[in-house]
């Protein structure tokens, strides 16, 4: 049982280029999330999958899209890479409505963009 | 106003002291409260949540709910240096489905 897991680990980026996250879980959970966190500004909300099929803005979605493949992975892209999206990125995951609210954090992208 | 306020830090307790964090919300409809732990590089972890006003212990950890007051706290008894960590505060808003929002977190340094 990995948990969640994203991949990959470290990225640099030159100004304009697009990438694609990846997180996938194996809990057999119903919600995923993207957050970023970035130093003074803690972690924010990007975008979540309330459940598979599913996909919302959060509080910092512009620059981003994202896509809920199956109920294991989330996808998060920069189609077009900026400056300012320098940050560590966390998908994070969590049972579900009527569940526990825990969030299940993976191990984080660090993506630099020059 | 911030809708999850904690103080930066550091701060700094010796090893066995009380270590107290501190963190104020702003949506009186917040339900749920829950304190994640993060060392240096690594992703946030839960320790504590907590739902009701009072007090609610596991083992060293004591977490506080004071609805009335809007803030939650977090006591680490007989600190050691391996809880030096960043502590992130997290509420649940209401209305926010599944969402919970972070404060910026407390760094906490234990001194040995």
């Known amino acids: 049982n990995a948990g969640v897991t994203q991949t990959p680990k470290f990225q640099v980026l030159k100004t304009g280029q697009s990438m694609t996250l990846q997180c996938a879980q194996d809990?057999?959970?119903?919600?995923m999330y993207w957050y970023r966190q970035d130093p003074g500004m803690g972690l924010r909300l990007i975008y979540y999958?309330?459940?598979?099929?599913?996909?919302d803005k959060g509080e910092v979605p512009n620059g981003y899209n994202v896509s809920r493949l199956n109920k294991r992975e989330f996808s998060l892209r920069l189609e077009s890479a900026a400056p300012s999206q320098t940050s560590v990125y966390f998908c994070?995951?969590?049972?579900?409505?009527?569940?526990?609210?825990?969030?299940?954090f993976g191990p984080g992208t660090r993506l630099l963009v020059l | 106003q911030k809708e999850v306020e904690q103080n930066s830090g550091p701060l700094s307790v010796p090893e066995g002291a009380i270590a107290s964090l501190n963190c104020t919300y702003s949506?009186?409809?917040?339900?749920?409260f829950f304190w994640y732990r993060q060392y240096s590089g690594k992703s946030p972890e839960l320790i504590m949540s907590?739902?009701?006003?009072g007090d609610k212990e596991d083992g060293r950890f004591t977490a506080q709910l004071n609805k009335a007051s809007q803030y939650v706290s977090l006591l680490i008894r007989d600190s050691q240096p391996s809880d030096s960590a960043t502590y992130l505060c997290?509420?649940?808003?209401?209305?926010?489905?599944?969402?919970?929002?972070f404060g910026t977190g407390t760094k906490l340094q234990v001194i040995p």
């Open positions: 994070a995951s969590n049972p579900g409505r009527g569940s526990s609210e825990t969030q299940y």
């Open positions: 949506d009186r409809g917040s339900q749920s």
């Open positions: 907590i739902y009701s006003n």
């Open positions: 809990m057999n959970h119903n919600s």
């Open positions: 999958s309330a459940s598979e099929g599913t996909t």
């Open positions: 997290a509420v649940n808003r209401s209305g926010g489905y599944q969402k919970v929002t």
